[in-house]
């Protein structure tokens, strides 16, 4: 199922991990937080640029896959991880 942005955000091509579809290959565009998250988040792998699916939702825990690993994370990181789908926007 391909990544449908809202109209008027479009323009931004990124959403929270946490509000993005299942199963879709994205790419990690920015992290939204402190020195400390990012320094977190590039030592769990997730920076920008990486390629990440989202592969479940539940409550308020999200599980993600990187390649072959999967791990999750609470919502709320989710949602300082923004990301669109894999390929676009770039020229």
């Not at 946490?18 to 977190?40: C, I, S």
Request: glycine content about 14%; hydrophobic content about 45%; charged content about 15%.
């Amino acid at each position: 199922m391909p990544f449908q942005p809202d109209p008027q955000t479009s323009h931004l091509q990124a959403l929270p991990l946490a509000l993005a579809p299942l199963g879709v290959l994205l790419e990690v565009r920015q992290l939204v937080g402190g020195q400390a998250f990012a320094q977190r988040m590039l030592a769990m792998g997730l920076g920008p640029g990486r390629q990440i699916r989202l592969m479940q939702r539940e409550g308020n825990h999200v599980v993600l896959a990187i390649g072959a690993t999967r791990f999750g994370i609470g919502r709320g990181v989710a949602q300082k991880i923004l990301v669109a789908e894999a390929g676009e926007g770039r020229a």
